[in-house]
């Protein structure tokens, strides 16, 4: 079942069992979905696509918590984390640092990379290695570290 699919099924669940909060959360993640297939003029969203816009939505509920819990607002921290840890239940898990380590090591020496000048192309290799597997922000930490 694709993603799509799943959002929509869980939307009904919801619905039926009048949980609003988990409700407006999936509709917000149905919303964002649909924008996207109006875009390419299509009938669904491929699993790829829905992970990238799953990602921007779980980042954009990051930054508001962290606005908002500086602003005092912990209702609306606590209502934006519901949300995002229903965000993070359709994405699939990150590697871990070690294995993240890994792969950076691996595309420094793939891409015969040697300083920090050479970190377009190993982040570059990286994700296009491990598109949807790898934390982009770690993965750049550990190769900044490495290239020195």
Do not use: C
């Not at 699919?5 to 939307?11: F, G, I, K, R, T």
């Not at 009048?18 to 003029?41: P, W």
């Not at 990238?52 to 990051?62: K, S």
């Amino acid at each position: 079942m694709s993603i799509y699919d799943e959002v929509n099924e869980q939307l009904t669940a919801a619905m039926k069992g009048r949980d609003r909060d988990r409700a407006t959360a999936l509709r917000g993640i149905r919303a964002a979905f649909i924008e996207e297939m109006k875009k390419d003029n299509s009938s669904s969203v491929a699993d790829d696509k829905a992970v990238g816009i799953l990602r921007r939505l779980a980042r954009q509920r990051g930054e508001s918590i962290e606005a908002f819990e500086k602003g005092n607002r912990a209702d609306l921290a606590d209502k934006e984390k519901a949300e995002l840890a229903i965000i993070e239940t359709f994405l699939p898990k990150l590697a871990d640092e070690a294995t993240t380590r890994a792969w950076v090591e691996a595309a420094i020496a793939e891409t015969g990379a040697a300083a920090a000048g050479d970190m377009g192309r190993v982040m570059g290799h990286l994700m296009k290695t491990h598109q949807g597997e790898v934390d982009g922000k770690l993965a750049k930490e550990i190769a900044s570290k490495l290239l020195g």
